[in-house]
């Protein structure tokens, strides 16, 4: 069954630094979303990306934040300069047409 | 303001027991959809079911079924014969106004199926 792939699954950076999560839809998805979600708290929506663009963010996703479908497949959220409230665990997801979404496993980030 | 609310943070019962899991949603839309995620230990997000705001039949799959009722904003999850691999936090969400992508999570209900 096709998914929804995220690299790497844990990330340590240090406060201040810059750190890119990537992931790979499903292939034929259009659809595009970044979530967080902070240790035992519930899911919040970052941002949907549609046609290359942005389609909506919250207003989690500050400046601070950028994504970006640089080659067809990969689907990155960047966050500039890191600070420790963005350790949370960041999912990538997907959709063909907005029937149904699929995640990914995830991302852990921990900022020291 | 649109909410998912539920209210049951833990839940426990033993193998073999049925339980029920309570979602309320707050909404002045007539068009929404509605869903039902699992998160077992290792993390993932695993999608269950979505129910569009036209559709109030109930709905089971195997050991699980949803029951929706609009009169009461209400989308609930049923667990029939609980198993230890029902073991979860479970999510319901709801995408407003439509198809957007979006989803609203509620907080979530840890659910322990003990032996």
């Known amino acids: 069954e096709p998914e929804v792939t995220q690299t790497p699954s844990h990330q340590v950076t240090q406060m201040g630094q810059e750190v890119i999560l990537r992931c790979v839809p499903i292939?034929?998805?259009?659809?595009f979303y970044w979530y967080r979600q902070i240790l035992g708290q519930k899911v919040e929506f970052l941002v949907s990306?549609?046609?290359?663009?942005?389609?909506?963010k919250s207003e989690i996703f500050d400046d601070q934040f950028s994504v970006e479908r640089p080659d067809g497949s990969n689907f990155t959220l960047k966050i500039r300069s890191t600070k420790l409230e963005d350790s949370a665990m960041y999912f990538c997801?997907?959709?063909?047409?907005?029937?149904?979404?699929?995640f990914g496993s995830g991302t852990r980030l921990t900022v020291v | 303001a649109q909410k998912v609310t539920q209210a049951q943070t833990e839940i426990s019962v033993v193998e073999k027991e049925d339980v029920t899991l309570d979602c309320v949603y707050e909404?002045?839309?007539?068009?929404?959809?509605l869903f039902w995620y699992k998160q077992p230990p290792s993390g993932e997000l695993v999608f269950l079911i979505r129910?569009?705001?036209?559709?109030?039949q109930n709905e089971i799959s195997g050991r699980y079924s949803w029951n929706f009722q609009k009169s009461t904003s209400s989308f609930n999850f049923t667990i029939t014969a609980s198993q230890v691999v029902d073991s979860a936090v479970y999510f319901c969400?709801?995408?407003?106004?439509?198809?957007?992508?979006?989803?609203?999570f509620g907080q979530g209900t840890t659910l322990q199926v003990k032996p």
């Open positions: 997801a997907s959709s063909p047409d907005l029937s149904g979404y699929t």
């Open positions: 292939s034929n998805h259009l659809y």
């Open positions: 990306f549609y046609n290359n663009e942005i389609s909506e």
């Open positions: 909404t002045r839309d007539t068009t929404y959809y």
């Open positions: 129910r569009n705001s036209f559709d109030e």
């Open positions: 969400a709801s995408d407003w106004s439509g198809n957007t992508g979006k989803l609203i």
